[in-house]
């Protein structure tokens, strides 16, 4: 199947610093990628949409200018977690599809597991 | 309103059994798609199988099969033969046509006993 890569696997950082999770569709052109958050034990909470080249689509109740959300190409989505704080530690995951309609699969990177300490 | 629903947080099964997890949905699309993804401790997803509203047959993949029950809205999976390998969490998603997100149930922790 294809593969998507998310990097770093895991980050520890100081309450108040910045944080880039960056996600790469490595053999496909992924029109879409999505970014999930999800607590221990608990299911993937969709957080945004984006498509390459325009805005991010956020979901109700997740802060815009909290997580950044950049699609700079076809094979590149970012998400910066802005002035993390402990309750911002979690499991972040991407996902990046090609092609639309209900059968495009999702692709999964690893994810990223965020410590704020 | 909860569009996914996965009611067993929990289930065992001895090795080498068959195990049911559930999973009932709720959309008023006519066209949708039902995903079964499994997620081991180490944090991957891994899409197991796939199942459209359209399909006139169950969708089989290997020991994995869906039991899909439109008129029930439920899209159970089926895994035969179980393995220690499959324990792991499985996450039942559903994506409609007029949407392209992918939305999520709660999930089932599977512990496959020797």
């Known amino acids: 199947g294809a593969v998507v890569s998310q990097h770093p696997s895991r980050v520890i950082c100081k309450s108040g610093t910045s944080v880039k999770i960056e996600c790469r569709s490595l053999d496909f052109q992924a029109t879409t990628m999505f970014w999930y958050r999800q607590f221990p034990k608990q299911s993937l909470m969709l957080m945004a949409t984006s498509n390459e080249g325009s805005k991010a689509t956020y979901e109700q109740g997740v802060e815009k200018d909290k997580f950044l959300i950049n699609h700079a190409s076809l094979t590149l989505s970012t998400l910066t977690v802005t002035s993390a704080h402990p309750e911002d530690s979690s499991f972040y995951i991407c996902s990046a599809s090609w092609g639309t309609g209900i059968r495009a699969e999702a692709f999964f990177g690893q994810g990223t597991r965020l410590t704020v300490v | 309103a909860q569009k996914i629903t996965q009611t067993q947080p929990g289930m065992f099964v001895q090795e080498k059994e068959a195990v049911t997890l559930d999973c009932t949905y709720d959309?008023?699309?006519?066209?949708?798609?039902l995903f079964w993804y499994k997620q081991p401790s180490s944090g991957e997803m891994i899409f197991l199988i796939y199942?459209?509203?359209?399909?006139?047959q169950n969708a089989t993949e290997g020991r994995y099969s869906l039991n899909f029950q439109k008129a029930r809205k439920s899209a159970n999976l089926v895994i035969s033969a179980s393995q220690l390998g499959d324990s792991a969490m499985y996450f039942c998603?559903?994506?409609?046509?007029?949407?392209?997100?992918?939305?999520f149930g709660s999930g089932t922790r599977l512990l496959v006993r020797p």
């Open positions: 998603a559903m994506r409609e046509d007029s949407s392209y997100k992918l939305i």
């Open positions: 199942q459209g509203s359209y399909d006139q």
């Open positions: 959309t008023s699309d006519p066209s949708y798609g």
